[in-house]
Antibody, heavy 120, light 112 residues
Framework: EVQLVETGGGLVQPGNSLKLSCATS????????MNWIRQTPGKRLEWLAQ??????????SYLESVKGRFTISRDDSKSSVYLQMNNLKEEDTAIYYC???????????WGQGVMVTVSS | DVVLTQTPVAQPVTLGDQASISCRSS???????????LEWYLQKPGQSPQLLIY???NRFSGVPDRFIGSGSGSDFTLKISRVEPEDLGVYYC?????????FGSGTKLEIK
């Protein structure tokens, strides 16, 4: 059974940092491209970042508005992907999902999501 | 950024009937490699989104053939025939042709 479990969310003050983790099992993580997607309180979905696999030199891409503040990384030995979020803003308040994709066939598996609230 | 406009915002439907959702893009979603990266996701109440359709018309593993994706260029449609209770929720289209990838704002399929 495929599982993606996000952890690390919570309440944080503006300007602070948070690191999200996503532990996976049930599929070949090392060849999967991994993504972070968030859903705002208004239910809007927003793709944030992607990290490709080793064969693609772990190529990384970001949504422009989070570039420089958010960093995606992965540890194939732990089948996990991470999102380091710095200088958080109130508009970063959302549910954060990690997802896998095979490159051209959609976000095939999603975690249950983790809530991040940025508020003073 | 590419804007995906979904209509209607809410689709009341009688169980057993057909439902249709439109997704129009602000520009063509045909990639330079000839593929069209338009996907459909369903978010059931209290759950994460789940993949239904990729590359316009390809059903993801386990998705019933009641779900039919179609369209080309900048105009796409998801049809759900014989709507069942488990089909209710919010449907999102998504494009991965242009950077950054973007989602539509969603269409809520609800009981009439």
């Amino acid at each position: 059974e495929v599982q993606l479990v996000e952890t690390g969310g919570g309440l944080v003050q503006p300007g602070n940092s948070l690191k999200l983790s996503c532990a996976t099992s049930g599929f070949t993580f090392s060849t999967a491209w991994m993504n972070w997607i968030r859903q705002t309180p208004g239910k809007r979905l927003e793709w944030l970042a992607q990290i490709e696999d080793k064969s693609n030199n772990y190529f990384i891409s970001y949504l422009e508005s989070v570039k420089g503040r958010f960093t995606i990384s992965r540890d194939d030995s732990k089948s996990s992907v991470y999102l380091q979020m710095n200088n958080l803003k109130e508009e970063d308040t959302a549910i954060y999902y990690c997802t896998s994709d095979s490159g051209e066939e959609g976000f095939d598996y999603w975690g249950q999501g983790v809530m991040v609230t940025v508020s003073s | 950024d590419v804007v995906l406009t979904q209509t209607p915002v809410a689709q009341p439907v009688t169980l057993g009937d057909q439902a249709s959702i439109s997704c129009r893009s602000s520009q063509s979603l045909v990639h330079s490699n000839g593929n069209t990266y338009l996907e459909w996701y369903l978010q059931k109440p209290g759950q994460s989104p789940q993949l239904l359709i990729y590359k316009v018309s390809n059903r993801f593993s386990g998705v019933p053939d009641r779900f039919i994706g179609s369209g080309s260029g900048s105009d796409f449609t998801l049809k759900i025939s014989r709507v069942e209770p488990e089909d209710l929720g919010v449907y999102y289209c998504f494009q991965a042709t242009h950077d950054p990838p973007t989602f539509g704002s969603g269409t809520k399929l609800e009981i009439k």
